[in-house]
Every structure is written in C-alpha cells, then in structure tokens.
C-alpha cells in the first residue's frame, strides 16, 4: 500500500484500519436499523427518556461500539487533517 499524500506509510496504514473499522461497525448496525430488531426498538423507544440506554441487557455493547466508531473516525480525521479542505492549512 503506497501511502496517501502528507503520510506516512504506517499513518496511511492506521487510517485505513480506522476506516475500515468504523465501516464495518457501521455496516453491521444495518441489521438492527432496517430490521425493526428489538434492541434497536428499545434504544429509539427510550432515547427521550433517559441519557444511557443499555440495549435490553447487551452489558453496554452497543454503546461501546457506537464510541469505537467515534474514535476511528475522529483518529481517521486527525491524521488526514492536512486533506480536509475545511481544516486546510490550519493544521
């Protein structure tokens, strides 16, 4: 893998990971969303009502996973900075 311009290898490397990441978190949610999966009815039923929903008892999986993709795409923005227009030469 060449790395992108303003990377290092290893920078491209951990942004691709990141990237990939997040995506497949994001992808597996899919199910739950378009499934009407009880989880996901709990969470959007319970979402005005409280801060911290715990996903019928999945010990805080879903919250978790919801923050991993925060993290990997927040870390993916960070070392891509420099070719993020909005961001630019402010870096």
């Given amino acids: 893998m060449a790395a992108s311009p303003g990377l290092t290898r290893r920078a491209a490397?951990?942004?691709?990971?990141?990237?990939?990441?997040?995506?497949?978190?994001l992808g597996q949610t899919l199910f739950f969303?378009?499934?009407a999966a009880p989880e996901s009815v709990h969470i959007?039923?319970?979402l005005g009502a409280e801060i911290v929903v715990d996903?019928?008892?999945?010990?805080?999986?879903?919250?978790?996973l919801a923050l991993t993709t925060f993290a990997a795409?927040?870390?993916?923005?960070?070392?891509?900075?420099?070719?993020?227009?909005?961001?630019?030469?402010?870096?």
């Fill in 13 to 25: 490397t951990i942004s691709w990971v990141a990237q990939v990441l997040a995506a497949a978190i």
């Fill in 33 to 35: 969303k378009f499934s």
């Fill in 44 to 46: 959007f039923t319970e």
């Fill in 55 to 64: 996903g019928e008892g999945d010990g805080g999986l879903l919250f978790a």
């Fill in 73 to 91: 795409g927040a870390l993916v923005a960070w070392l891509r900075r420099a070719q993020l227009s909005f961001i630019g030469a402010r870096a």
